[in-house]
């Protein structure tokens, strides 16, 4: 049940961001509120303030988050960007594969028991092909007048995979050296996300002074409905990892991450009509066996 609230919140995400396009919402103003929103229900929800004693700046996961705040409000920006001027399915595809890059780093730089076999090289290449295909836009796709040039597609992708990645794996290394925790781990998440608004709020306020963009309510609003879905989504997936699949994450995620490029992309066709050519409809496929081959030896 935690498992099928999780994919549903995590599947929205994309279309949430889909939607900002119909609703002509300012997608980075309801990304920097997002982040606030984060923030705040963060604290409703634990509902303990006296946690902010153990930030102490020698700790190594006060730190990374100056870091981690500046690439995740970018990396966000683009998932909204993607799924509104490519596709849900793009969008998704290269966020969700990405998990291959914290494999990889793990393999090589760090001591491991499992060594990689034929067939997870064979998905190491598949994930390339995967995002090349959901890329591709042919002339006879174009999702509600959209067209954007594919090198443009491929390289937004290509960023949003490499970006995604470094977040995966930066979060996995702070996780198992220094923020080990269930409180230190809590409050690691919070300051990225205070991070990442701070550094928002100061672009944003710049944007305003400019006159290059006015903040007004619906802005607000979908950020306020972005970051409790954005939460409660990372809530439920804690949840469901350690209820459900007691830890395994390495079962987990792989399926997980399955589930939200399927879900996402079957609601924003049922929802949005978005079109997918046979290439787009082949990378998706392409995708979930990069994944299936990746994880295969903890799946089997």
């Known amino acids: 049940m935690f498992f099928l609230v999780a994919l549903a919140l995590s599947a929205s995400l994309f279309l949430i961001f889909r939607s900002f396009q119909k609703f002509r919402i300012h997608t980075f103003q309801a990304i920097v509120f997002n982040y606030w929103t984060c923030v705040i229900t963060a604290f409703v929800y634990l509902g303990n303030f006296s946690a902010l ?19 995740f409000i970018s990396t966000f920006y683009l998932m909204g960007y993607v799924a509104q001027n490519i596709s849900v399915a793009a969008s998704s595809v290269a966020s969700k594969i990405s998990l291959i890059i914290p494999v990889i780093v793990n393999l090589f730089f760090f001591k491991h028991e499992q060594t990689f076999d034929w067939l997870n090289y064979v998905g190491l290449v598949l994930v390339f092909l995967a995002i090349f295909l959901t890329s591709y836009r042919s002339k006879s796709v174009q999702n509600n007048g959209r067209n954007t040039n594919f090198l443009k597609s491929f390289m937004l992708i290509v960023a949003i995979f490499l970006m995604s990645g470094a977040i995966d794996t930066s979060i996995n290394w702070i996780s198992s050296i220094s923020a080990t925790d269930k409180t230190s781990q809590a409050l690691f998440s919070m ?20 006159k290059q963009t006015k903040i007004t309510l619906p802005n607000i609003l979908a950020g306020v409905i972005l970051g409790v ?28 991450n399955i589930g939200i490029i399927v879900l996402s992309t079957f609601l924003a066709i049922l929802l949005f009509k978005e079109k997918l050519n046979t290439a787009n409809r082949l990378g998706i496929l392409v995708a979930v066996l990069a994944i299936l081959a990746m994880a295969h030896q903890h799946i089997s």
């Open 53 to 71: 004693q153990h930030i102490a700046w020698e700790n190594l996961w006060v730190k990374v988050p100056l870091g981690l705040g500046l690439l």
């Open 229 to 256: 879905v954005n939460y409660f989504s990372v809530i439920f997936m804690m949840i469901s990892l350690q209820k459900e699949f007691a830890g395994n994450g390495a079962f987990f995620f792989p399926l997980f």
């Open 191 to 210: 300051l990225i996300f205070a991070v990442a608004g701070v550094v928002g709020i100061l672009i944003l306020v710049r944007q305003v002074l400019a």
